[in-house]
């Protein structure tokens, strides 16, 4: 039985913008009020997917949710027709239809976090959406993500999907984007290691920015998961990383089975870290590549997302291959550092870059696009969607965004009717191409929460 790990990208949506939402995250405010480009972003996006299937490997697709959330609107007391709710939300407070605006879901690193089958008691795959309770525009996600995965996933006999994680921004859970599964094939059982900004109910007085990641939220997860106490690690992210812009420790660290690339800042005790690690994974040997501040500073972590990328085993290639924004090339710090370690002894022997500025501009790199997903053979055949990239689709989702996306969306476009009824036009046909039945709200014409 072949398993292998599988790649799943959000689609960056019609109503991209860049409303500077996202408190620590370095880019977003920086990038604030500046005019977007969705169709740029979509196509940025399908072509690095489609670049991963050039390498050989599988690739699959999550799509947008649907924005503006009207949903949350009536829910806070907004009533009339769509467009009537809109204009009215928008006179009232245009701060909060840019929350309910973003396309912030095209970060599908942060959708849930999955447990393959060979890492749980039950042999099954689990899901559980992460709650994003820190940040308001991203707490209204985890129904709607919950409805795509149980969709996309939708075999009850190989995939078990949880609730997200409630007690709110307490419990503060932002998925994968904090976990890193190391293991000698993707088969094989793995070990799971979970990292926390702060505890839930303890004091932070060494953050500046919001510890997003709970402790008791990893917890909670992994119990959910039914994941072996032995094969868990928890571990705190490094203050100083996440009040250099690091939210989530992808910005900081990113591994493929054996080999952990990290920035040596990344956590609060590196070396008992690796001594972990390694004692977890018994006989099968890791390799550290601990990258020297001296060498790479955070800050030059974080503005070009050397660590956010994809470490990646393609079929087409000896060794492994990081997948890579072009900001790292274009600055000489990481662009050096990059040479020098595809120069030198270890497993990473390729580097890929790619043009991802739509997303990068709102703190969003290569790996902050991707849900990794552990999949065999049959798994992939009990899928019930149409979500896996080939020629057919790729072309067909070019096609789409060609046809629905805008060239360019300032800020003030987001009280605009048109753009919102264009929209909902497009993700009903997007989920008629994905196979993925009635996900959206205004799909159900409900404003149900299951």
């Known amino acids: 039985m072949r398993v292998q790990e599988v790649n799943f990208d959000g689609l960056v949506g019609a109503t991209h913008n860049y409303a500077g939402l996202s408190f620590g995250n370095v880019a977003s405010a920086a990038s604030k009020g500046r005019s977007s480009n969705p169709k740029k972003g979509a196509l940025q996006g399908l072509k690095k997917m489609r670049h991963m299937r050039e390498l050989g490997l599988t690739q699959g697709v999550l799509p947008p949710h649907q924005r503006p959330h009207l949903p949350t609107l009536r829910a806070l007391g907004f009533q009339g027709t769509d467009i009537q709710i809109l204009t009215q939300a928008y006179e009232t407070s245009p701060e909060l239809v840019a929350n309910l605006s973003s396309s912030s879901t095209m970060w599908t690193a942060n959708a849930a976090t999955v447990t393959p089958f ?45 609730p997200h994680i409630p007690g709110g921004i307490h419990m ?8 890193n599964r190391f293991c000698s094939d993707y088969g094989n059982s793995g070990v799971a290691v979970f990292v926390y900004g702060r505890e839930a109910f303890g004091r932070s007085d060494d953050l500046q920015f919001p510890g997003r990641q709970t ?13 072996a106490s032995e094969r868990m690690i928890l571990v705190r992210q490094n203050p100083k990383a996440i009040n250099a812009g690091a939210f989530h420790n992808d910005v900081v660290s990113v591994c493929n089975k054996n080999v952990f690339f990290f920035h040596e800042e990344a956590f609060e005790n590196t070396s008992s870290l690796c001594a972990e690690i390694q004692s977890a994974m018994g006989n099968t040997s890791m390799e550290f ?17 050397l660590f956010n990328s994809q470490l990646v085993s393609a079929p087409t290639r000896e060794g492994m291959t990081l997948i890579l924004p072009s900001e790292a090339k274009d600055n000489k710090v990481t662009r050096t550092y990059i040479e020098r370690l595809l120069g030198s002894d270890n497993s990473i022997n390729h580097a890929d870059f790619f043009d991802l500025r739509q997303s990068m501009r709102n703190g969003g790199g290569p790996a902050c696009l991707r849900l990794r997903v552990v999949l065999s053979d049959e798994d992939l055949l009990a899928m019930g969607s149409r979500s896996i990239l080939n020629d057919d ?25 048109q753009l919102m009824m264009e929209n909902f036009a497009a993700l009903d046909e997007l989920t008629q191409i994905l196979n993925l039945g009635s996900i959206y709200d205004f799909q159900r014409n409900d404003s149900s929460s299951d």
Not at 174 to 179: F, K, L, R, S
Not at 215 to 227: I, M, N, P
């Open 289 to 305: 590549i601990k990258v020297p501040a001296n060498e790479v500073s955070l800050s030059d972590a974080v503005s070009t997302y």
């Open 215 to 227: 402790k008791e939220s990893c917890r909670a997860v992994l119990t959910q998961h039914s994941v």
């Open 393 to 417: 689709l790729y072309d067909e989702l070019v096609f789409w965004v060609e046809k629905h996306y805008r060239e360019s969306v300032e800020p003030e476009d987001l009280c605009d009717p």
């Open 172 to 179: 503060g859970d932002e998925g994968a984007a904090n976990h």
């Open 118 to 162: 060979c890492d749980t008691r039950d042999g099954k795959t689990h899901f559980t959406p992460a709650n994003l309770a820190a940040m308001y525009h991203r707490s209204i996600e985890p129904l709607t993500t919950g409805r795509i995965l149980r969709a996309t996933f939708s075999n009850d006999d190989r995939f078990v999907h949880h």
